[in-house]
Each structure stands twice: as C-alpha cells, then as structure tokens.
C-alpha cells in the first residue's frame, strides 16, 4: 500500500532519505513511526535505516555524531533544531543476546529484509519509502487490521533475543488496544522468567507506560495471565487481581504516580518506599506516591492534612477513591485549601532570625519547636500570618 500523503514529520525528514539515495544507498522510514501513521495516531521519533555503512553517512553529511556507532547508529544533525536530528541506522543482523537485551555484536548487510527480520513484533517491522510506499514483508499490515500483536518470526527467539520486548508487548496490548496472538502468548509465558535478567530501570519504563494505557486492564491482565508479574520486584498477584475488579472500569490515570498508589493501596501492610527503592525510582518520585498511599487511608481531609500533601495530591487520592467506589464529599478539598493561610512555611511572615532579633534567642532545638508551633497553629487559622501577632504569641510561649 501507499500513503495517500506524507505526514509533515516525515517530509520535513525526506530531504535526509534523498541524499543518502543520491549516493547510491537504500533509505528507508522503519519502526514505531511507521505503525502510527497507520494507525493514524501521533508521531513521536522518525527512524531511519539505510544500506550505508556508518562510515559512509558520516561521508555523506557534514555535521553527525556516533551516538552508536557499534551498533550502526550515526546522529546526523540535518538542520538547527533538535526536530533536525535523525539517527540514522544500518541495516544489520545480531549475533547471540548472552545478556538477554543487547546482541554480542551486530553485522552490517545491504538487505532491508535481514534487518527488518530481527525486529521484535510484525507492526514494528514496516518500512515507508519517500513516497510513501509502504514495505510490509511480514503481514503486519493485517496484524493492523486485526489489532493483532505477532512476532517476526520466531516469538520464542525474539523473547530470547531480548526478554524485555515481553513487557513491551503488554504495553503495546494497553497501548494500541491489541491482543496477543497465541503462539507469541505462549512464548511470552515460557520466556517470563527471563525478565529477572533484565534492568529494573528498563522494566519500569514499560510497566510505567502499560499503567498509563488507554486499556491499561488489558496490559495488567496480561501481566498477571503470562506469569510475568513473579519476576518484577515484589508485586503481588492478589494486589493485581483487585486493582482489576475494585476499580471503576472506565478509570484512566491521571499521572505515573497516581497509578503506583492505587495499585499499592491494594497490598497489605506494604512499606511503599522499600518497595519502590526495589524499583530503583527517584526519591522525589517515591516521596510522592508514598504520600498519595498515606492520604489514600484517611477518612477526611482537614487543614493539617491539606497542607501535608498539598491540594494537588489530594485531589489525585479524591479520584483514586471515587474510582474504588468509595463515598467522599468532592468539594471539601478545594473549601479547606481555600481556608489555608499559608501552603508552604516559606510564605510565613516570620524567620528564625527574626526570632533570635526580637527575643535574643539562641539556634538550636528550643528554636526549631517555636518555629514549628507557629507553624501549626498559623495553618489551623488559630494565629494570624501577620508580624505582630506571632510575636504576641512568641512572647506568651516565652
């Protein structure tokens, strides 16, 4: 099939492809960008691959930079911006995957079809010329239709090859809205406990990404039928299941972080930090979700619990609990912030030294339980934010 028009990603690309086929060399838009076209959803990267060698590009365009070349990988830097920047790979084929990730080494071939044979599913396997013929030399465009996810070949060796395309084809199915077919399926499973070789980091990224699917029920059912959830840190297959049946069936997430919470919530007596530090997260990302689980598990709000957590955590625990069907009054969040004089102890009128200027009083522990006592009864609206009302109250302490 041929596109009808190109979209203006790859046109602005096309200049690119050209020259490289000026000098003799096949050129060719390949992968993900490729299926989304199709699908008629948004561009995110444009991949290219072409019969020259790595060193031949570098001939070919003036400004590039070896981002991987051993792998064939060469960033041509076509214009200015960033959007100008294409990496630019040779058609190759991958020795063994003794790590179960990245091959041992990879050669370079002159055949569009050897390269696109080593590519995980048949959706990601398409090529587009710069006149938008498109290349589908494994079916996929059928798999399109069917919203089917198939391997290119053999699905026991794609897994083997490299064992996180296992997530990625849950991420995929919640996604894309695709089924597995059935031999790929029954790879997935008999591959699962290959995923214990891979990067925690790596295996985040794709379970992050299925969560935050438009049919994310899809990925996690997926998840807990393949077995796979028994080789990622610590989840529990009974946390799962109730992720799937307590919430509301149309919920999506709002954010990465809402969805670690609601899926933590369902496990008991979980130390969300601990758990997370096993998935090698920010602290930063962690502290947040680990805030949302805390907040998940209090009756109502107040003034102390708004300016915790900060009205835009509570209003992401005000969903997760909507969602899992329990009652709450969904304005009392917004009147309570509304009522807060301060949100953060920045913005109190006073500092420490302020103190230590008025009252001659030392640093130390003495200090730091004034400050913090002005602080809670400033946000409780028990003590005006105002200079001389503090000191009044300072004063009395005193």
């Known amino acids: 099939m041929k596109l009808e028009k190109l979209p203006e990603e790859f046109v602005q690309a096309k200049p690119v492809l050209e020259k490289i ?21 948004e561009i995110h990267d444009v991949d290219i691959a072409t019969s020259a060698y790595p060193e031949e590009i570098k001939d070919i365009f003036p400004y590039t ?36 990730r990245r091959p041992d080494h990879v050669d370079f071939v002159r055949d569009l079809r050897e390269d696109l044979k080593r590519r995980d599913f048949t959706v990601n396997a398409f090529a587009c010329d710069v006149n938008g013929q498109i290349i589908d030399l494994f079916d996929g465009l059928t798999d399109l239709k069917e919203r089917r996810l198939t391997a290119v070949g053999s699905a026991l060796e794609r897994f083997n090859e490299d064992a996180l395309r296992i997530m990625r084809a849950m991420r995929f199915a919640a996604t894309l809205d695709f089924q597995i077919e059935n031999k790929t ?13 891979i990067s925690v980091e790596r295996i985040f990224i794709e379970f992050d990404k299925l969560l935050l699917g438009q049919d994310w029920r899809n990925g996690l059912t997926l998840l807990l039928k393949s077995g796979a959830y028994k080789y990622l840190p610590d989840l529990q297959d009974s946390a799962l299941e109730k992720v799937l049946t307590d919430l509301s069936v149309d919920f999506h997430f709002q954010n990465s972080e809402q969805a670690w919470a609601a899926l933590l919530t369902r496990f ?27 907040a998940y598990e209090l009756d109502s709000w107040d003034l102390m619990s708004l300016y915790h957590f900060g009205l835009e955590k ?32 920045s913005e109190i009128v006073i500092a420490g030294k302020d103190l230590m200027e008025e009252f001659s009083l030392e640093p130390g522990p003495e200090l730091g339980k004034i400050l913090k006592i002005i602080e809670e009864k400033i946000v409780k609206n028990e003590l005006k934010n105002e200079q ?11």
């Open 65 to 100: 930079i070896d981002v991987g070349i051993e792998h064939g990988t060469v960033l041509v830097l076509a214009g200015k911006s960033e959007a100008e920047h294409y990496e630019i790979t040779t058609f190759r084929t991958e020795s063994k995957y003794t790590d179960y």
């Open 185 to 197: 399926f029954l790879a997935m499973c008999e591959s699962a406990h290959l995923l214990e070789k």
């Open 268 to 294: 008991s007596n979980i130390d969300v930090k601990t758990f997370l530090r096993k998935w090698k997260v920010s602290n930063e990302f962690a502290k947040f979700v680990a805030d949302l689980v805390s």
């Open 314 to 345: 509570v209003l992401l625990v005000d969903e997760l609990k909507v969602a899992y069907g329990l009652k709450i009054n969904r304005e009392q969040a917004v009147t309570i912030n509304n009522q807060l004089q301060i949100h953060d102890k």
């Open 21 to 41: 086929i000026e000098h003799g060399f096949e050129a060719y838009f390949v992968g993900g960008s490729v299926r989304d076209i199709l699908l008629g959803r």
């Open 388 to 398: 001389a009302a503090i000191f009044a109250e300072v004063k009395k302490m005193l």
